[in-house]
């Protein structure tokens, strides 16, 4: 038996917005109708494929529908046991199709020391297309657009609410702004932006201006350090109401150092 280790991020073209972005975006409307296809046209290494089913059956990984069913269930425990290789970058804010798929190994901290007593654990890579060796399960999401900071210019929100996938991605934050804010009158819904600095507006900047207008939450350079962390974003709805979660990693570790409930407060 060939010994595998997990397959690593696909090397994806930025130009690709199926690659990098998922599949094409479609009219919530549609989402039933096309959900059964899968969208991904090369199939598994067969070598692969019995690697795999031979570590989920053994219990050694997490098959990633279950993992999807975890996170679904319970959010901040599967984000504080799981880090997530987010390589997602959407062209623009819709609904996509993306495909989640166990990766290598990484650290969770400890329940009684925390971050000084990590413990080994497996990871999950998120992206657009799928792994290099035909490996990913196909899921729908929102997909959020990373938005050049202007402070001259209004937001662009995008928002969440009852209608389409139950889940929230976008890119890793590695010097930008998430931001929030609930939506009168819509109990459960949620208007968001994911924000870059630019060169007129740096990180901590842009942290600050954003977080000063009532009623907006955010998540960025005030919470974390962009030499030795990168940050995924992920929203959830669950019961009907979203909650939004921040993982920071270590980047030269991949391991989790916090998770932090963004919204609601």
């Given at each position: 038996?060939?010994?595998?280790?997990?397959?690593?991020?696909?090397?994806?073209?930025?130009?690709?917005?199926?690659?990098?972005?998922?599949?094409?975006?479609?009219?919530?409307?549609?989402?039933?109708?096309?959900?059964?296809?899968?969208?991904?046209?090369?199939?598994?290494?067969?070598e692969y494929r019995t690697y795999l089913n031979n570590e989920w059956n053994a219990g050694r990984l997490l098959r990633p529908g279950v993992a999807l069913q975890q996170l679904r269930a319970e959010p901040r425990k599967f984000l504080r046991t799981y880090p997530i290789q987010n390589n997602y970058d959407p062209a623009a804010s819709g609904v996509y199709q993306v495909h989640l798929f166990n990766g290598g190994g990484g650290h969770r901290p400890g329940t009684v020391l925390r971050t000084q007593n990590l413990h080994a654990t497996q990871s999950f890579t998120l992206q657009g297309g799928i792994g290099q060796l035909g490996e990913g399960h196909p899921v729908w999401v929102h997909g959020l657009f990373t938005a050049a900071a202007n402070a001259a210019a209004?937001?662009?929100?995008?928002?969440?609410?009852?209608?389409?996938?139950?889940?929230?991605?976008?890119?890793k934050l590695t010097g930008c702004t998430f931001v929030a804010r609930a939506v009168a009158g819509a109990p459960g819904s949620v208007d968001v932006a994911h924000i870059q600095p630019t060169v007129a507006e740096n990180g901590v900047q842009l942290n600050n201006r954003l977080a000063a207008t009532a009623g907006q939450l955010t998540y960025g350079r005030n919470s974390y350090d962009i030499t030795s962390r990168?940050?995924?974003?992920?929203?959830?709805?669950?019961?009907?109401?979203?909650?939004?979660?921040?993982?920071?990693?270590?980047?030269?570790?991949?391991?989790?150092?916090?998770?932090?409930?963004?919204?609601?407060?």
């Open positions: 038996m060939t010994d595998f280790p997990a397959a690593p991020p696909r090397d994806d073209n930025p130009a690709t917005a199926a690659a990098r972005g998922g599949s094409r975006v479609l009219p919530v409307s549609r989402l039933d109708r096309c959900r059964v296809r899968q969208e991904s046209t090369m199939a598994m290494n067969p209004p937001i662009v929100w995008y928002r969440l609410d009852a209608n389409g996938p139950d889940l929230m991605v976008t890119a990168s940050i995924n974003v992920i929203g959830v709805r669950v019961g009907g109401q979203w909650k939004i979660y921040a993982q920071k990693l270590d980047k030269h570790h991949f391991a989790i150092r916090s998770v932090h409930r963004i919204f609601p407060a």
